[in-house]
């Protein structure tokens, strides 16, 4: 269990996990973009951490947990598979004052938001952390402390470079509740649940 969670309690987020082709080509991004910032500046996410976040709960009491999942799953039966792609670079909170560098994801449809928005109604009870004011499907590539505006300048120049470059397309079919464990080396992820979209 992770050493900054409260006894009793599992740090955790919903999510949908990246395949490994589209995980290979979100690596060749992050390794271009990875020079134009000083390694003092930047952390970078490690390949294994990226996921589509629909929602983080933090610290859930464990014996909240199977009655999370039953509220989970009763969503995700009522929705179809998604068609998804990974495309762009983009920055939170904005090009000039970076603080998070990720890759976009979205689908065709328009029913990303419409899950995520479900399965916020569904797990927010269980939560003390806040929700999403404004989802944006994303894959987080690294984040910033007190870049200087010439790393900010290079960075977006670079991103506006990728805007219409895709990293692939996949057909998500099932969503997971992740344990994350924080240590030194950085947070591990472990799945506890997966609901497949559409069971029945």
Not at 83 to 93: D, I, T
Not at 109 to 120: A, H, K, P
Not at 130 to 141: A, D, R, S, Y
Request: net charge positive.
């Amino acid at each position: 269990m992770a050493s900054d969670s409260p006894t009793g309690h599992l740090r955790l987020f919903v999510a949908i996990s990246i395949p490994e082709p589209v995980r290979d080509e979100i690596i060749r991004v992050q390794q271009e973009l990875q020079p134009l910032v000083p390694r003092d500046v930047a952390r970078w996410a490690r390949s294994d951490q990226f996921h589509l976040t629909l929602r983080f709960l933090g610290d859930v009491p464990a014996d909240g947990v199977e009655d999370l999942k039953k509220s989970a799953g009763a969503v995700c039966r009522n929705a179809r598979p998604l068609s998804l792609r990974a495309e762009g670079v983009g920055f939170f909170p904005n090009p000039r004052s970076p603080r998070v560098i990720w890759v976009g994801i979205n689908d065709r449809e328009g029913r990303l938001g419409d899950l995520q928005r479900q399965i916020e109604t569904a797990v927010g009870p269980f939560s003390r952390e806040p929700g999403e004011k404004n989802f944006m499907g994303h894959v987080t590539l690294g984040r910033l402390k007190n870049p200087k505006p010439s790393d900010a300048g290079n960075l977006a120049a670079r991103a506006q470079a990728l805007k219409d470059r895709t990293f692939g397309e996949w057909t998500a079919h099932e969503i997971e509740i992740i344990q994350s464990e924080l240590s030194p080396a950085g947070a591990r992820y472990n799945s506890l649940a997966a609901f497949r979209l559409g069971a029945v």
